[in-house]
C-alpha cells in the first residue's frame, strides 16, 4: 500500500474540489501540500494532466460564459510568455531551489491575502496595460517554472470579471490552455512517463468526486469564509516547506 500517493489523492480531493468551487486553486493548493510529498519533477507531470481534465469539463459545460475576447486578445497571449519563459527555467532548476522559492511565492500571496481579509478591504485599483501584462506574464512564468500561477492571474481578472461564474469559466479555459501546453513540455523532457500516467489515471475517480461536491456547493460557500480558510491552510503549508 502506497500511503504516500494516498496523502495526495486526499490533497487532490480537497483542492480539485476548491477548484470546482471557485475556478482557481486546484494547482496552487495541491502543488504546495503534494511537495511534502514527492519532489516537483515527479508531483507537477501526475497532476498537472489531471487539472486538464478537471477544467476541461468546467469549459465545456459553461462555455457560453466564457469571456472569450478578453480570453484571447489580453490573457493568453501574455500568459503564454511568461509560460515559455517558466518551462525553459523549470528544466535548469533543482528540486530544492523550487521548493523554497515556491513556498516564499506562496507565503506573500497568502499573507497578502489574509490581511486584505482581517481588513476586509479588496484591492480594486484599476490597473494599466503595462501592468496587466506584466501580472500575467508573471502569473505564466510562475505557472512554467511551479504548475501554478492562478494569484497573479486572479489578480488582474478580478478586475476585469466581476461575475463570479463567467470568473470561472474564463479562468478554468485559461488552465486547459496552459497545462496542455506544460504536458506537452512534461513529454518532451521525458518527465511524462508511464509511472505518473498511471498514478494520473488513478486519480480520475477522485476528480469526479470534486466535480460533484464543487457544483454542489458553488452557489451555498461562505467566500469570506472559504478564503480565510484557503489562505490559512496555505500559509501554514508555505512555513512548513521552508523549514522542513
Known amino acids: 500500500m502506497d500511503y504516500t500517493f494516498i496523502l495526495l489523492a486526499l490533497v487532490v480531493l480537497f483542492s ?3 477548484h470546482a468551487l471557485s ?3 486546484s494547482l496552487l493548493i495541491a502543488i504546495t501540500l503534494g511537495l511534502h510529498l514527492y519532489p516537483a519533477d515527479e508531483l507537477l507531470p ?4 489531471v487539472d486538464v481534465l478537471l477544467n476541461l ?7 457560453h460564459l466564457i ?6 486578445w489580453r490573457i493568453l497571449p501574455f500568459m503564454s510568455i511568461g509560460l515559455i519563459i517558466g518551462i525553459l527555467l523549470f528544466n535548469y532548476l533543482h528540486n530544492n531551489i523550487i521548493k523554497i522559492m515556491y513556498a516564499c511565492f506562496i507565503l ?4 497578502r491575502e489574509l490581511y486584505l481579509l482581517y481588513k476586509k478591504e479588496q484591492d480594486c485599483r484599476k490597473l494599466s496595460r503595462v501592468e496587466e501584462a506584466a501580472w500575467l506574464m508573471l502569473g505564466g512564468l510562475i505557472k512554467g517554472v511551479f504548475g501554478s500561477g492562478g494569484p497573479p492571474l486572479v489578480y488582474v481578472a478580478g478586475r476585469l470579471i466581476p461575475q463570479k461564474s463567467i470568473f470561472r469559466s474564463t479562468l478554468a479555459t485559461v488552465w486547459v490552455v496552459l497545462n496542455i501546453v506544460l504536458t506537452a513540455s512534461f513529454i518532451v523532457t521525458g518527465k511524462l512517463t508511464l509511472f505518473t500516467v498511471s498514478r494520473s489515471a488513478i486519480l480520475l475517480p477522485v476528480v469526479i468526486l470534486c466535480i460533484v461536491l ?3 456547493f458553488h452557489n451555498m460557500v461562505d467566500e469570506y469564509k472559504f478564503k480565510l480558510i484557503v489562505y490559512g491552510l496555505l500559509l501554514f503549508a508555505g512555513i512548513s516547506l521552508i523549514i522542513r
Not at 501526475?46 to 494532466?49: E, M, Y
Not at 469571456?67 to 484571447?72: P, S, W
Open 67 to 72: 469571456e472569450r475576447r478578453l480570453l484571447v
Open 23 to 25: 475556478g482557481f486553486g
Open 214 to 216: 464543487g457544483e454542489r
Open 108 to 111: 506573500l500571496v497568502s499573507v
Open 16 to 18: 480539485y474540489t476548491i
Open 57 to 63: 469539463y468546467l469549459v465545456i459545460k459553461y462555455r
Open 46 to 49: 501526475i497532476i498537472v494532466p
